[in-house]
């Protein structure tokens, strides 16, 4: 399923209490829109999921498909380390109105492949809606092989894989061996060229939050078949894709978008904010890059 190029992994706004903060997660979802993303991932790895309780996470679910108003898809993060829990929560988010949910593989208890075939098949079979998987063996600890994932995928309802593997060579063979109505999306920003060069469908990004129109040119500048124009401002724009993960994220995007004047607050322990050294060299960089795409 094609969700779009350009998605958004969205921070989560909080008030200083720790709250959600649903004013501002309107003026950002709108704001994010606006510079082009083509649909939100929420509660994600971005959205600092692992501090919010179910029902915060379903109250996010519902907001954030209300401000969307069908102009973009709503992607639901509804994944954990235990399968019950994931198929519970994963038909709780059904009554939200989300467009597809995104699975992470389970993290800390290590299953075998066999494991997150079975764990994925049990809840793509608990649930109507699409079904995006999520690899991240950097955060998971392990690695779903591209076997794995050809095999999921012909399941009827999983759709998508957000691959943040990190391996090209990886992807290039699920895509292959795929059907074309299956999608792959970076989970890496600085990917988004080379994914889309392989045959991928795009970016699910953080950096979008701050380069969101810039990233969206370089896509379209792909497509058109402008590859060296848009290799040149891929170029341009990666040093800012790497400051924003210098520290854990989302503390560097959380700081930046306050530098654009979006207010999404702090993020939440275990997390802590940037050092004044660190959003220094984050401010920087960014207006370094802001100067060149210009020239």
């Known amino acids: 399923m094609n969700f779009g190029q350009l998605l958004t992994a969205m921070v989560t706004p909080f008030t200083p209490s720790g709250k959600i903060d ?48 069908s102009k973009i898809p709503v992607i639901a993060g509804t994944g954990s380390n235990n399968t019950r829990a994931t198929i519970e929560f994963t038909k709780k988010a059904e009554s939200t109105g989300v467009d597809a949910v995104m699975v992470v593989a389970p993290y800390y208890n290590k299953p075998n492949q066999k494991g997150l075939y079975e764990h994925f098949k049990a809840v793509a ?20 092989t591209a076997e794995t994932i050809i095999e999921l995928s012909k399941i009827n309802n999983i759709v998508s894989v957000k691959e943040a593997s990190g391996n ?52 379209q500048l792909y497509q ?37 004047g979006i207010d999404t607050g702090s993020v939440q322990l275990p997390l802590v904010p940037l050092t004044a050294e660190e959003d220094h060299s984050l401010v920087q960089c960014i207006n370094s890059i802001r100067l060149n795409t210009k020239n």
Do not use: C, W
């Open 125 to 144: 079979e608990a649930t109507s809606l699409p079904v995006m998987v999520y690899n991240i063996p950097g955060r998971s600890v392990i690695n779903m």
């Open 22 to 69: 649903f004013d501002q997660t309107t003026a950002l979802v709108k704001y994010l829109i606006d510079q082009g993303t083509d649909g939100l991932v929420v509660a994600g790895t971005t959205g600092e999921s692992p501090i919010l309780t179910s029902d915060e996470k379903l109250s996010l679910f519902r907001h954030v498909v209300k401000i969307a108003d």
């Open 224 to 260: 058109e078949g402008n590859v060296e124009k848009a290799g040149v401002l891929h170029r341009q724009l990666l040093p800012v894709m790497r400051e924003l993960f210098k520290a854990p994220s989302p503390a560097p995007v959380k700081a930046a978008l306050r530098h654009k």
């Open 168 to 219: 090209l060579d990886q992807m290039s063979i699920i895509i292959e061996n795929t059907d074309s109505n299956f999608s792959l999306y970076s989970g890496d920003d600085g990917l988004t060229l080379p994914v889309l060069a392989i045959g991928g469908n795009g970016v699910i990004s953080v950096a979008s939050h701050i380069i969101g129109s810039e990233m969206k040119e370089m896509i």
